[in-house]
């Protein structure tokens, strides 16, 4: 399960065979079962994780009572509650795996000790942190100055094996509109492509 964590590492910074020992030494793994929270409102987080295999979401409850998602985690992804993890106050999020799914353990004691003993890992988190925010106003960029249509089209086309893993309420519900508006989208699509099928066809 470290291979993975090491070769993401390694490919912000340099480290050598025995800072690698020294790292896999100290950290854990942990195996979720699908739909089994690592965090709940109220708890205070206190790690980040680094997703080996398979997927996270996100979520809080928004006034509607309905499920807000705000973030994935996908195969060489971090994902955490950062802000409950920075301030050491409760979260108000759920981190739930949505496929039976592997992480890598960072928790607060643990980075601060192994980046001492290692520096080189200052950087690679800084370099992490730096494109997670970067990511993170993109993504709001993305939300204010599309159409929702156009929102979905080019997810779709950034991340076609994404979408076909994550259930069609939570896709929406990342995007910023309803389940009944992609399911238009989506029966548009089919409609254009079955056309286009018929039309190559007959040719």
């Not at 979905?152 to 910023?176: C, D, E, I, T």
Request: aromatic letters at 14%; proline letters at 3%.
């Amino acid at each position: 399960m470290y291979i993975s964590q090491l070769e993401h590492i390694r490919r912000y910074v340099g480290i050598s065979e025995e800072e690698a020992l020294i790292i896999t030494g100290k950290l854990k793994t942990k195996s979720i079962k699908k739909k089994d929270l690592l965090l709940t409102p109220g708890k205070v987080c206190r790690a980040n994780y680094f997703v080996s295999t398979g997927l996270l979401r996100l979520y809080f409850i928004n006034r509607k009572d309905l499920e807000q998602i705000t973030h994935f985690g996908l195969e060489g992804w971090w994902l955490s509650d950062y802000d409950s993890l920075d301030t050491q106050k409760p979260s108000r999020f759920y981190l739930q795996a949505l496929e039976d799914t592997e992480v890598v353990i960072w928790d607060i004691e643990t980075q601060a000790q192994l980046a001492k003993e290692i520096p080189q890992l200052e950087t690679y988190f800084r370099i992490i942190l730096q494109r997670a925010y970067a990511a993170s106003q993109r993504r709001i960029e993305f939300l204010h100055n599309n159409t929702d249509e156009e929102r979905y089209r080019n997810f779709n086309a950034l991340f076609p094996a994404f979408v076909q893993r994550v259930p069609q309420y939570m896709l929406a519900s990342y995007l910023g509109f309803t389940p009944q508006f992609l399911s238009k989208i989506r029966g548009r699509k089919l409609k254009i492509s079955f056309r286009q099928t018929t039309f190559g066809a007959a040719c």
